[in-house]
Structure formats: structure tokens, C-alpha cells
Nanobody, 121 residues
Framework: RLQLVESGGGSVQAGGSLRLSCVASGVFGCWYDMSWYRQSPGNEREFVSIIHTNSTTRYADSVRGRFTISHDNAKKTTYLQMNSLKPEDTAMYYC???????????????WGQGTQVTVSS
């Protein structure tokens, strides 16, 4: 079982930056793709970015060019650097670990508790 703990959220003005962190702990039985999602009130949770086990990355169109995902294996930490923030980026941001490498691992998905990001205009 994995535990994911996000941090780094806060309140910033439009144009500002934040760096979110997601620290993983527990039993690492698989290789994991790490991703970030966000959810604002009244909306469904939406994909933001993913870093695969081979270090390739992908971004939602709405954040491409402004956000950067990275991962530090030694620290078991995934980061989301968010620059040029906009009010529409306001949401609860969640970290997710998705197992890879076998049929059993492919069924593993773990979520953190979220960290709030608020961007004022």
C-alpha cells in the first residue's frame, strides 16, 4: 500500500508561481506513473500532468508551457512547478500513483489527500 502526501499549495496572485510536492511512502510493490489532477467546486476532477516510469511527460492543454512535472527517485517525491498562474488554475490538486509492469500492478491506483491552490486576479 502507498501513502501520498501533497504539500506546497497556497494563495498567490495571478502571474505568480507555486511548486507542489507529493511524497510517497509505504510498500512499493510496482513501478508507478505519477500524475497530478485537480478539482474545483462543481467540476469533475481533471487531468493536469503525468510523468511515466520512463520519464516521459504529458500535460493538459490548459497548463502546457506553464507547468512542469518532475520526479526525484531518491526522495520518492513528485513535483509540479506551476508558473504564470491564472485564476482558473484555482482548485484542489491531487497526486496519483498508478502501478505499471504487470496485470496486478496495472490495477493499483493511489491518491493523496490534496492541496489547495488559490489564484486571485
Amino acid at each position: 500500500r502507498l501513502q501520498l502526501v501533497e504539500s506546497g499549495g497556497g494563495s498567490v496572485q495571478a502571474g505568480g508561481s507555486l511548486r507542489l510536492s507529493c511524497v510517497a511512502s509505504g510498500v512499493f510493490g510496482c513501478w508507478y506513473d505519477m500524475s497530478w489532477y485537480r478539482q474545483s467546486p462543481g467540476n469533475e476532477r481533471e487531468f493536469v500532468s503525468i510523468i511515466h516510469t520512463n520519464s516521459t511527460t504529458r500535460y493538459a492543454d490548459s497548463v502546457r508551457g506553464r507547468f512542469t512535472i518532475s520526479h526525484d527517485n531518491a526522495k520518492k517525491t513528485t513535483y509540479l512547478q506551476m508558473n504564470s498562474l491564472k485564476p482558473e488554475d484555482t482548485a484542489m490538486y491531487y497526486c496519483k500513483a498508478s502501478g505499471r509492469g504487470s496485470t496486478v500492478c496495472d490495477s493499483e491506483h493511489w491518491w493523496g489527500q490534496g492541496t489547495q491552490v488559490t489564484v486571485s486576479s
